[in-house]
């Protein structure tokens, strides 16, 4: 059974600093691993897009990284801003299973002025 | 470009009643999700709808739970005879499948209170 982990849980960080988030998982047999934020109230917004054979994407001030054989995903956001504060989530989606996509708890992420 | 729409975004009903979810995909896309967000727990899959194959319904809680995509593109998610259990908001996604790519992009959700 595939399950999903995001370390840490909630984070709170002062403007500027450069922060990871983490997401693990336990089966490798994946296709790929999304990461996603979501604002209070609002569906999910898609960050990034890690293919299986892919090691690591970037785009703007985010990179995440992705190491299959030991079931870790990084969320890298750097400078960070106040409105970067969000709950990030990570989704994995499963060989052999269709469509079936199991997603993290979330990291609530709060970036203060 | 118009993303994933829902409707309502907002669902007060009483216990027993049934009520209908609607979902509108980014038009194109084939695939569509139906996920359920409880307060407090991750993000649950439901239903997925790809092209005109058989949905795979593994994820629906109970057989009171039933979906309909119509025409390849607008979607239907039914909860009859509701259950306070049933209160959390649905999300819907959709995307393009190319190969094993399929980023998914979310609809705003439908916030489900069962009185």
């Known amino acids: 059974k595939q399950e999903v982990t995001q370390i840490p849980a909630a984070l709170s960080v002062p403007e500027g600093e450069n922060l990871v988030l983490n997401c693990s998982f336990t089966?490798?047999?994946?296709?790929?691993l999304q990461w996603f934020r979501q604002d209070p109230g609002k569906g999910l917004t898609s960050l990034l897009l890690i293919q299986s054979s892919q090691r690591e994407q970037t785009s703007g001030r985010l990179n995440a990284s992705l190491d299959k054989s030991s079931g870790r995903s990084t969320l890298y956001i750097a400078a960070s801003q106040p409105g970067d504060s969000a709950t990030y989530l990570c989704a994995v989606r499963r060989r052999n299973y269709g469509q079936n996509f199991v997603f993290g708890p979330g990291t609530r992420l709060s970036v203060l002025p | 470009g118009a993303g994933v729409s829902q409707s309502p975004s907002n669902k007060v009903t009483e216990k027993g009643k049934d009520v209908e979810l609607r979902c509108d995909p980014i038009?194109?896309?084939?695939?569509l999700y139906w996920y359920r967000q409880s307060l407090g727990q991750g993000l649950e899959f439901l239903i997925y709808f790809q092209g005109n194959s058989a949905p795979d319904k593994s994820g629906l809680p109970s057989d009171r739970f039933s979906a309909e995509r119509t025409g390849g593109s607008v979607s239907t998610l039914t909860i009859q005879r509701t259950q306070q259990e049933d209160s959390a908001v649905y999300l819907c996604a959709s995307s393009q499948i190319a190969g094993t790519y399929n980023e998914q992009f979310f609809g705003p959700g439908t916030r489900l209170t069962v009185l």
């Open positions: 038009s194109g896309h084939t695939a």
């Open positions: 089966d490798s047999a994946i296709y790929n």
